[in-house]
T-cell receptor, first 114, second 112 residues
C-alpha cells in the first residue's frame, strides 16, 4: 500500500541553524500538510499546500518557516533559524480528494534543537 | 475556534475487555472526523474516517460512531489485545481539505 515517507527520521541541530525536513507524499495526492507535535502536547497544524501554493497556515507558521515542492514528488519544510522551542516531531500528511479527504501521515521527523 | 477533547487521558484494561474511547468537539459544523493510532514516539496511523453525514464506521474490531449534533464521537474496541496498546487520537476537519484539529489523545494499555 502506498505510504507517505519522511527523511530524516531524526535531526539534531544547533540553535540558529537552518534545517530542511523532507517528505514524499503519496503519488496521486493533491493536498499536502505539515503538522508538528511537541512532546506531550497535541498535534498542531502548521501549513497546507495545494496547486503549488500555500492554501492555509497557522499562526505558528511565521517567517522562519517555508515550504516547497521542488519537483513532482518531494515536499519540504524549511526552518531558517531554529529555536529551542522548535524541538518537536514534524509530520507530513497528504490527501486525495477522491478518497473523501482521509489524511495519510508519514512516520515523522524528530527535530532536536540544542 | 474548534476544540477537541478526549476522555479519559489514560486507560488500562485487562486483555479481552471491550472498551470505549470518547472524543468531543465544540463546533458541531464539521466535515469529517478521523481516528488515529500513535505508537510511542512514532507516526500516526489512520484507523477510521467518518463523514459528517455518517453515523458510524467499522473496521475489524473497531467501530467509530459520530453524533454531530451533540459534538461527540466514540471509538469502540472489541476484545482488546496487548497489541492495541497505543495512544488513540481523534481529529476533526471543519471543511473539505482543511487541516485537522486534534485532541490530546487517550493512552491505552491492555494488560495480558
Amino acid at each position: 500500500e502506498p505510504e507517505v515517507t519522511q527523511t530524516p527520521s531524526h535531526q539534531v541541530t544547533q540553535m540558529g541553524q537552518e534545517v530542511i525536513l523532507r517528505c514524499v507524499p503519496i503519488s496521486n495526492h493533491l493536498y499536502f500538510y505539515w503538522y508538528r507535535q511537541i512532546l506531550g502536547q497535541k498535534v498542531e497544524f502548521l501549513v497546507s499546500f495545494y496547486n503549488n501554493e500555500i492554501s492555509e497556515k497557522s499562526e505558528i507558521f511565521d517567517d522562519q518557516f517555508s515550504v516547497e515542492r521542488p519537483d513532482g514528488s518531494n515536499f519540504t519544510l524549511k526552518i531558517r533559524s531554529t529555536k529551542l522551542e522548535d524541538s518537536a516531531m514534524y509530520f507530513c500528511a497528504s490527501s486525495d480528494r477522491t478518497r473523501r479527504d482521509t489524511q495519510y501521515f508519514g512516520p515523522g521527523t524528530r527535530l532536536t534543537v540544542l | 475556534k474548534q476544540e477537541v477533547t478526549q476522555i479519559p487521558a489514560a486507560l488500562s484494561v485487562p486483555e479481552g475487555e471491550n472498551l470505549v474511547l470518547n472524543c468531543s468537539f465544540t463546533d458541531s459544523a464539521i466535515y469529517n472526523l478521523q481516528w488515529f493510532r500513535q505508537d510511542h514516539g512514532k507516526g500516526l496511523t489512520s484507523l477510521l474516517l467518518i463523514q459528517s453525514s455518517q453515523r458510524e464506521q467499522t473496521s475489524g474490531r473497531l467501530n467509530a460512531s459520530l453524533d454531530k449534533s451533540s459534538g461527540r464521537s466514540t471509538l469502540y474496541i472489541a476484545a482488546s489485545q496487548p497489541g492495541d496498546s497505543a495512544t488513540y487520537l481523534c481529529a476533526v476537519g471543519d471543511t473539505r481539505g482543511t487541516p485537522l484539529v486534534f485532541g490530546k489523545g487517550t493512552r491505552l494499555s491492555v494488560i495480558a
